[in-house]
């Protein structure tokens, strides 16, 4: 009877699988250096993200993009990783997702740029302690 169930979420587990990779596949044709699609394949790939999840992250940096102005690489990767980050993150742990994403970063300069976005409205930050936690504003979008 186990055997059973298992078998049974094996075969459920396949072919959700193969319904992801069709989707991938799809969206690859569709037009693979969309910025939509080529953002949510880093989110996905840095962060283990779910593909729909991803999606919406994308969409979201996307949108607050024409409110960073000038602003360089670093910063858009910083409202990327807080676009993917359910909630809020202290410095540090905004540091790492950074680094995740574009392979270093400095926890000073993290910082530097989080008050930058913070005075443009972009970001919200709560301060506990000796902590300080960044959340992206959902609906700073133009």
Request: overall charge positive.
């Given at each position: 009877?186990?055997?059973?169930?298992?078998?049974?979420?094996?075969?459920?587990?396949?072919?959700?699988?193969?319904?992801?990779?069709?989707?991938?596949?799809?969206?690859r044709?569709?037009?693979?250096?969309?910025?939509?699609i080529?953002?949510?394949?880093?989110?996905?790939?840095?962060?283990?993200?779910?593909?729909?999840?991803?999606?919406?992250?994308?969409?979201?940096?996307?949108?607050?993009?024409?409110?960073?102005?000038?602003?360089?690489?670093?910063?858009?990767?910083?409202?990327?990783?807080?676009?993917?980050?359910?909630?809020?993150?202290?410095?540090?742990?905004?540091?790492?997702?950074?680094?995740?994403?574009?392979?270093?970063?400095?926890?000073?300069?993290?910082?530097?740029?989080?008050r930058?976005?913070?005075?443009?409205?972009?970001?919200?930050?709560?301060?506990?302690?000796?902590?300080?936690?960044?959340?992206?504003?959902?609906?700073?979008?133009?």
């Amino acid at each position: 009877m186990i055997e059973e169930r298992l078998r049974r979420i094996e075969d459920l587990l396949t072919m959700l699988l193969k319904r992801v990779e069709e989707l991938e596949r799809l969206a690859r044709e569709v037009n693979p250096q969309a910025p939509p699609i080529s953002l949510a394949s880093r989110l996905m790939l840095a962060f283990s993200m779910p593909a729909l999840r991803a999606l919406e992250a994308a969409s979201a940096v996307l949108k607050l993009i024409p409110r960073l102005e000038a602003e360089d690489e670093l910063t858009r990767t910083i409202v990327e990783a807080l676009a993917a980050t359910e909630g809020e993150v202290t410095i540090s742990e905004l540091t790492r997702r950074v680094k995740a994403l574009r392979g270093k970063a400095s926890r000073r300069i993290v910082a530097e740029r989080v008050r930058r976005l913070h005075s443009k409205g972009l970001v919200s930050l709560r301060r506990s302690g000796n902590r300080v936690y960044v959340r992206l504003v959902r609906g700073a979008e133009p």
